[in-house]
């Protein structure tokens, strides 16, 4: 069981410990219970969770008994930023997503066997605190100094915003939780992301004054592109593991487009691939960069882990489609829905638009000469067959489901028509 922490800093997800040496000590005597919070800030969890999530599950598959914690109580809060004070949502909507985060977070932990996981909630033992028994029995043993000197509120103090007693409070919750899950079930680990340092470090002073214990915290690294930027986001905002809020398809295409200098590094992070068969990847990037083979196995997997092999089916076959390698008319109107979603849209009348005319409504030809020219040249196709006739009209057994029709100009310029007045 101690071989884990060899495997997690390989992979690149470990960047700080409290006590490297004797958290593998405690390992090598027997499986520990360790913890990673997730605060129901938003309607789903993140790619940024997603890097915890792999850790959480690392640790149970080597033998560890894990704990998710959903902070009712400290996603009333909010964790101080350092683009200033955040919006309190209210006590509704913080409790419908602390259920939406528990179902997300299901999914990738064992919950029977010998080292079934845990959930819980902190809301249920700091909702019943009195404001005198906090202050009492937790607030005594926190410095305002030491406070004070975390980096986030050392900043939010210097700008000209401040912060709130409320968020700078919130480090006094957090290490509450460690004490009480310390207590209640003898977690000895806290793992987060390492901006997270300031606060997991909260727990570990309050459990030694408190308690007299010895506990560890272990933190991964900020995930960045080669380049330095920040990893992980889209044109539309974050890549959110909620398929409704992030599609499966859009998910898929997000890992697919990874570029050759991050592939391998994030197979490593946010896969469970073994090292000779990332190292056969890697070899293949290397040879072979045009197949794309490194980041087609990237994508697979991350999408089976958020979304289910079903889901990674459904979407592999979108993408196959899209470009004639599969059947459009399999596709369901959910799946077509979300792998049309960016392209260019016009809209055309069944019965009455030609296939110049979809050519034009769609943006993929300016001029009636020009589109006219891509068809009598063969390079114009509606869902994926070769348009033969510019005159020919659409027609209702065009429409695929949802009401969509795919045109295509040449291999890869696509475009959808919206069709209107069909069936579909």
């Known amino acids: 069981m101690t071989d884990i922490l060899d495997e997690l800093q390989w992979r690149g997800l470990l960047a700080q410990?409290?006590?490297?040496?004797?958290?593998?000590?405690?390992?090598?005597?027997?499986?520990?219970?360790?913890?990673?919070?997730?605060?129901?800030?938003?309607?789903?969890?993140?790619?940024?969770?997603?890097?915890?999530?792999?850790?959480?599950?690392?640790?149970?598959?080597?033998?560890?008994?894990?704990?998710?914690?959903?902070?009712?109580?400290?996603?009333?809060?909010?964790?101080?930023r350092m683009s200033g004070e955040r919006v309190l949502n209210d006590k509704d909507t913080i409790a419908g997503w602390t259920d939406r985060l528990r179902g997300q977070i299901s999914t990738f932990l064992d919950f029977d066997g010998p080292h079934a996981a845990q959930m819980v909630n902190n809301l249920d033992w700091t909702g019943r605190l009195t404001a005198i028994d906090?202050?009492?029995?937790?607030?005594?043993h926190f410095r305002l100094g030491t406070m004070l000197a975390k980096d986030t509120v050392a900043r939010r103090l210097a700008s000209e915003e401040g912060i709130?007693?409320?968020?700078?409070?919130?480090?006094?919750?957090?290490?509450?939780?460690?004490?009480?899950?310390?207590?209640?079930h003898g977690c000895t680990l806290q793992t987060g992301g390492n901006d997270?340092?300031?606060?997991?470090?909260?727990?570990?002073?309050?459990?030694?004054?408190?308690?007299?214990?010895?506990?560890?915290?272990?933190?991964?690294?900020?995930?960045?592109?080669s380049d330095g930027t920040k990893f992980g986001k889209s044109e539309g905002g974050a890549i959110w593991l909620d398929g409704e809020m992030f599609s499966p398809y859009a998910f898929y295409q997000f890992w697919l487009n990874t570029d050759d200098a991050d592939v391998v590094r994030y197979l490593k992070v946010f896969t469970f691939r073994t090292r000779e068969q990332i190292e056969e990847l890697a070899e293949a990037v290397a040879a072979r960069p045009q197949a794309r083979e490194a980041q087609r196995i990237l994508a697979e997997d991350v999408t089976t882990l958020v979304h289910g092999a079903d889901a990674t089916d459904r979407v592999r076959r979108a993408s196959q489609a899209l470009f004639g390698r599969d059947d459009l008319r399999e596709l369901d109107a959910v799946t077509l829905r979300d792998a049309v979603a960016e392209l260019p849209t016009g809209e055309a009348v069944v019965g009455e638009a030609t296939m110049v005319d979809l050519l034009l409504a769609t943006g993929l030809e300016g001029g009636r000469s020009a589109a006219r020219r891509t068809i009598a040249s063969g390079g114009a196709y509606l869902n994926n067959e070769k348009i033969e006739d510019e005159d020919r009209v659409l027609a209702t057994g065009d429409v695929l489901d949802g009401g969509y029709v795919l045109l295509r100009k040449g291999r890869r310029n696509l475009a959808v028509v919206a069709a209107v007045g069909s069936a579909g």
Not at 42 to 63: D, F, I, K, P, T
Not at 165 to 183: A, K, P, V
């Open 164 to 184: 709130s007693f409320t968020e700078f409070s919130y480090q006094i919750l957090q290490g509450m939780d460690f004490l009480e899950l310390y207590r209640r």
């Open 134 to 140: 906090f202050l009492r029995d937790v607030g005594k």
């Open 17 to 80: 410990s409290t006590d490297i040496a004797t958290l593998r000590a405690a390992m090598a005597e027997g499986p520990i219970t360790y913890y990673c919070g997730f605060d129901p800030t938003a309607a789903s969890l993140h790619h940024g969770h997603l890097v915890q999530l792999v850790v959480m599950r690392h640790l149970q598959l080597a033998g560890h008994n894990p704990i998710a914690l959903v902070g009712g109580a400290t996603g009333m809060i909010g964790d101080p």
């Open 196 to 225: 997270q340092w300031g606060n997991l470090l909260a727990g570990v002073d309050l459990i030694h004054k408190a308690e007299g214990g010895s506990v560890h915290v272990l933190t991964t690294p900020l995930i960045t592109k």
